[in-house]
Structure formats: structure tokens, C-alpha cells
């Protein structure tokens, strides 16, 4: 891990229903969890007062997705100013899932990042190739294109973590290396160093995303660049999202 504070996220997708997600709550209560880590999870919105209202505030909650501007006509969207009433302090934007199932572009993403931040929430903006960029060599053009995107239309980054999910890695089980998360961490951080100021380099936090779970995850920590993790399948499971939290080094 680097120097700034570690931050796990748990991204719980469109998963769960009143009973797991009870369940689920009081496991995190029970885990003994590192103090000094920035913990957050993202239920689906339906749940989300459901779980502010049971679950530790040292736990924050972050949304998994958000309006890209002020709330109104838009059937089936929630707004920035509803999640802030409801109490998340965060939100994922350009989530794999939203950018190739739901086909969101960098363009779209750049304008929630910018909206949700000028409101005050802070954004896991992520990135990441697909397999096919990987191997036809594009990881680095593929990240920064997305990473520019971010950076054209925020107005600061002093509330942004940058989560690196290849798209490969991303509920497959295919882990990417510690070598291979730890290579484009690198880079990003480079990257924002040219292209935005040494200080957003060196105190930004870029969280990797794919695949990590209580095994795995021990020797990704270790990485000089890698400043936490967001999780998908095992942030369902309360003492292994706990393992993983514990795996600052
Ligand atoms: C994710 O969707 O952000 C994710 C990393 O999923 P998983 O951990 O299941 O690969």
C-alpha cells in the first residue's frame, strides 16, 4: 500500500434482498475491523436506508451510481441531492458494468463526476480495460483516455478515489497479478503527475477492483501503489469483506 489512509469499497451490484442484507449488516457490525481504513459499501439504492439505519458509522455508504444533474423529470434516476438526504457520502461512476452493459460513455461520466463532486459527495471513478485492449496492447491508452475523461470535468480531486477494475478481472475470478495491478497503478500515478500536478499524484488514492477476495488480496496490499480495493462478490460476505478491509499493510 502507499501513503495514503487505505480505502476498501464494497460494490454489493444489484444483489440481496431485506433478509441477506440483515444479515449481511450485522456481520460487518460483528467484524473486527483495521481502524485505520476508510470503509464503504454500496447496497442497491432500494436498501440504502435500510442499511444507514443498521449498519456501524464507521462504516460509509456510497451509491453505485447517480443522475448527472439536478433531480426532476428523469423517470427511473436518483439524484445526487437524494442520496446526500438519505446520508451516502460517496458514489462509484464509470463502473464496467454501467459503461459496457448499460452503455455510459467517458463524456456522460465526466459530467456526473463533476456533478456529484460540486454537490459534495466524493466518487470512486472507475476504470479499466477490456481483454481485448489488454491484449492488443492498449491497457495504458484505454486507462488514461478514461482517466483524462475524469479529469477535464472535475472541478478538484480532493474527494475522488480512482479504482483501476480490468474488465477481465471483474467477477471472474482471473485476478490480475500484484505485478500487473501494481504496473498500472504506477502509471495512472504517473500519468496524473504529468498531465494534473505532483500533488494530486502523490496524495490521490487508486484502489484496485477484480476478483479480490480473502486470498488474494494479502499480496495485492503489498503493492507500493495500490492504496485499497473495491469489491464486488466477496464484499456479500461479511468476514471475508472484513479480511480484505484487515489486509493493510
Ligand atoms: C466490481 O464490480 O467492482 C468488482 C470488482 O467485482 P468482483 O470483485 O466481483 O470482481
Not at 464507521?58 to 427511473?76: D, H, P, R, Y
Not at 488480496?217 to 480484505?244: N, R, Y
Request: charged share 25%; glycine share 10%; proline share 2%.
Amino acid at each position: 500500500a502507499g501513503t495514503g489512509k487505505f480505502f476498501v469499497g464494497g460494490n454489493w451490484k444489484c444483489n440481496g434482498t431485506k433478509e441477506s442484507i440483515t444479515k449481511l449488516v450485522s456481520d460487518l457490525n460483528d467484524a473486527k475491523l483495521e481502524s485505520d481504513v476508510d470503509v464503504v459499501v454500496a447496497p442497491p439504492f432500494v436498501y440504502i436506508d435500510q442499511v444507514k439505519s443498521s449498519l456501524t458509522d464507521k462504516i460509509e455508504i456510497s451509491a453505485q451510481n447517480s443522475w448527472v444533474s439536478k433531480g426532476g423529470a428523469f423517470t427511473g434516476e436518483i439524484s445526487v441531492e437524494q442520496l446526500k438526504d438519505i446520508g451516502a457520502k460517496w458514489v462509484i461512476l464509470g463502473h464496467s458494468e454501467r459503461r459496457h452493459v448499460i452503455g455510459e460513455d467517458d463524456l456522460f461520466i465526466g459530467k456526473k463526476a463533476a456533478y456529484a463532486l460540486n454537490e459534495g459527495l466524493g466518487v470512486i471513478a472507475c476504470i479499466g480495460e477490456l481483454l481485448e485492449d489488454r491484449e492488443a496492447g492498449k491497457t495504458f491508452d484505454v486507462c488514461f483516455t478514461q482517466l483524462k475523461a475524469y479529469a477535464d470535468a472535475v472541478p478538484s480531486w480532493d474527494n475522488i478515489v480512482i479504482a483501476y477494475e480490468p474488465v477481465w478481472a471483474i467477477g471472474t475470478g482471473k485476478v490480475a497479478s500484484p505485478q500487473q495491478a501494481q504496473e498500472v497503478h504506477a502509471a495512472l500515478r504517473d500519468w496524473l503527475k504529468k498531465n494534473v500536478s505532483d500533488e494530486v499524484a502523490s496524495k490521490t488514492r487508486i484502489i484496485y477492483g477484480g476478483s479480490v477476495n480473502g486470498g488474494n488480496c494479502a499480496e495485492l496490499a503489498k503493492q507500493e501503489d495500490i492504496d485499497g480495493f473495491l469489491v464486488g462478490g466477496a464484499s456479500l460476505k461479511g468476514p471475508e469483506f472484513a479480511t480484505i478491509v484487515n489486509s493493510v499493510t
